[in-house]
């Protein structure tokens, strides 16, 4: 009898589910190890433009005492970790190894999530393919390599982790985990960069196209909305946020703003593809008027929103690639205007959706065991990690990051300015000189560009200083 019992003992772990492990884990380490040669260069990687204000010359981030005395205050979660940082003595180096481990991490929370997509049984190399998109893509470089996008990249950790932790639960039968441990993850989100949001709203898209009703999916998000609702209100009350969105509001008017916006996320589209033209700071002017190619570029972006709209219940795979993109978007190109009117940097999470279509695309091609496309694969992903290798050596000094800036938006006064500065420090006042007057020329009543020049002429200026 007791060996009767013995033999009907289930196995703890069938091997189904031990292959399952073993190759997720496998998947993982891919990743990994991709991330890292990519990134490799990105160690050498300096301070810069906003690294300075933001760090470097912040008290505020220098020590955990310091941090703690300026609470309350926005972003408290992101320069904690500014902190933790610059406290650990680590320096430089720190900051670049922290940014390059959220950033596998995150690659890892798009693999784990998009595995857990209906569409994989139908593409099981497209988790793997879209991760490895993810991290290897060269405009993630501003997220990774420039040290203040941590902003992005790690309020994009809390978001997924969050979305991850909500599924998991679900998945479960664990209401603690998909509520409540879901629910806080998003609160770190929050109180790392505003533009987390629009979380709910991609929940929401997550389970719609899944099949799920839309009350039904607005039942499972709803300790979501309430944390949402909670911080508008914590936000009116203390009225942290005041001052920024007053200026906000004062950029440009409505009607600007809508037109500007339509070039913004053209622009933020082609680089997807246009991995040669990325620019750390564009400085994109606005837009007072239609045109013949805005209004061109107005219908392309409508039409794929409609078209990923029509496609929830029909074509759930391109809903929610296309929609994803557009809705982690919302918070910085829409109707609220920034002052700098686009970076590459809002391209971070957004990245998921398109990676998530081209990845379903040559998966479908592998399926068929095709060794063009296995090599095409190879090929693609390879020329990305080339490239965002490349990308890195931008940020090695302040005269290479700002002569990239220049040399592809040459009428940004601010970008010959900063060039010319750069130029200071390395003791070359002849291209110094000549970089102020091409910020003046680009713009005469930049003040900033003609008391530095004045300064140069004086010998004000030290080097190194």
């Known amino acids: 009898m007791q060996q009767s019992m013995f033999r009907l ?32 260069t990105s160690f050498r990687g300096g301070f810069q433009f906003d690294d300075w204000n933001v760090i470097v010359n912040e008290p505020r981030v220098h020590s955990l005492a310091a941090w703690w005395q300026a609470m309350p205050g926005i972003r408290p979660l992101l ?105 806080i993850l998003f609160c770190c989100a929050l109180a790392t960069k505003e533009t987390a949001i629009v979380l709910p709203v991609a929940m929401l898209l997550w389970d719609i196209t899944e099949e799920k009703s839309f009350i039904a999916a607005c039942k499972d998000t709803i300790a979501h909305w309430a944390v949402l609702a909670a911080a508008m209100v914590a936000t009116v009350i203390t009225g942290l946020y005041r001052p920024f969105i007053a200026a906000s509001l004062a950029a440009r008017d409505f009607h600007t703003n809508a037109l500007t916006q339509i070039e913004a996320v053209s622009y933020l589209t082609t680089h997807l593809v246009r991995v040669d033209q990325l620019n750390a700071d564009p400085l994109l002017q606005s ?48 109707i609220v205007p920034r002052l700098d009117v686009v970076n590459d940097r809002q391209l971070y999470t957004a990245m998921i959706g398109p990676a998530w279509l081209l990845a379903s695309a040559a998966a479908s091609l592998l399926r068929q065991k095709q060794v063009w496309a296995m090599i095409a694969c190879a090929l693609a992903l390879g020329g990305l990690a080339v490239c965002t290798a490349q990308r890195n050596t931008v940020y090695f000094t302040e005269v290479a990051f700002w002569n990239d ?57 030290k080097c190194g200083h």
């Open 79 to 183: 320069k904690l970790s500014y902190a933790l940082n610059w406290q650990s003595g680590a320096g430089l180096m720190g900051f670049h190894a922290i940014n390059l481990i959220i950033h596998i991490a995150n690659a890892w929370l798009v693999y784990s999530l998009l595995s857990r997509r209906r569409e994989v049984h139908r593409y099981p190399m497209a988790p793997l393919f879209a991760a490895l998109i993810f991290a290897l893509h060269p405009t993630q470089t501003e997220a990774v390599t420039y040290i203040c996008g941590r902003s992005s990249s790690l309020v994009a950790f809390f978001s997924l982790a969050s979305l991850l932790v909500w599924l998991a639960g679900r998945e479960r039968r664990h209401p603690f985990a998909s509520r409540v441990l879901s629910a």
């Open 9 to 40: 003992q289930p196995q703890l772990t069938s091997p189904d589910t031990s292959a399952q492990a073993s190759s997720h884990s496998k998947a993982l380490a891919v990743i990994a190890v991709a991330a890292l040669v990519a990134y490799a």
């Open 287 to 334: 837009v007072h008027s239609w045109s013949g190619l805005l209004v061109v570029k107005a219908l392309a972006l409508g039409g794929s929103l409609v078209a990923g709209l029509f496609a929830l219940r029909r074509a759930p795979l391109f809903a929610f690639g296309t929609l994803w993109f557009f809705i982690w978007l919302i918070p910085t190109n829409s």
């Open 405 to 461: 800036v220049a040399d592809k938006s040459p009428h940004n006064a601010r970008a010959w300015n900063n060039l010319a500065y750069a130029y200071v420090q390395t003791c070359d006042t002849a291209r110094a000189a000549s970089a102020f007057d091409r910020a003046l020329l680009e713009d005469a009543t930049y003040v900033r560009a003609a008391v530095n020049l004045r300064l140069l002429k004086d010998g004000a200026f």
